[in-house]
């Protein structure tokens, strides 16, 4: 979990974040353990008013508001974006799942498995560390970075000047 500052709530600087992020994804994928390791990354809240989707409803109630997930594992198909509905207790039943236990209850038992985008027949992936040095980064994010200066274009595609750093976005610094 991240401190206050670290974390995307407003007033702090969501670059912060991101280096936090970045440095646990890294500290990951540099392990020994990679092979045989997911990470569950998500948010404890919506974060705003951003989605073009309306929250779906589920046997007539209107449900929340959609919530990310990213899936960080060498078995999960690189670049691969799941439309399917999970839940938050979707994490706990995997591990419910993977190790054998019971389930607390009916929304973690009755939740889907969160095994989204993975792809068991492949070898493992590499890892692609990321920079946690957001103020360097570009977006859309090149795995050919090599600490700001790109090897070659994302996709033939650079950025525009305003977005070619972060740090240019003017995050508001915290009170």
Not at 24 to 32: H, K, L, Q, R, T
Not at 65 to 89: A, C, D, M, Q, T
Not at 148 to 160: E, I, K, V
Request: hydrophobic residues 35%; charged residues 10%; aromatic residues 14%.
């Amino acid at each position: 979990m991240p401190t206050g500052m670290e974390s995307d709530h407003p007033p702090y600087r969501s670059n912060v974040a991101q280096q936090f992020l970045a440095s646990i994804v890294n500290a990951m994928e540099s392990s020994p353990e990679w092979n045989s390791s997911v990470m569950y990354i998500t948010w404890d809240d919506y974060g705003g008013f951003y989605d073009h989707v309306a929250p779906p409803t589920s046997y007539g109630a209107q449900l929340g508001f959609r919530v990310p997930l990213l899936i960080v594992s060498p078995y999960v198909k690189s670049g691969n974006v799941v439309s399917s509905r999970g839940y938050l207790e979707s994490i706990l039943h995997g591990m419910e799942w993977r190790f054998g236990l019971g389930c607390l209850g009916p929304m973690d038992c009755n939740a889907p498995l969160p095994l989204y985008g993975f792809n068991w027949t492949n070898p493992p992936r590499a890892p692609l560390l990321f920079p946690t040095n957001i103020s360097l980064a570009t977006y859309p994010y090149n795995p050919n970075w090599n600490g700001g200066a790109l090897a070659t274009p994302y996709g033939g595609y650079y950025p525009p000047d305003p977005f070619g750093n972060l740090a240019a976005l003017g995050d508001p610094a915290p009170d």
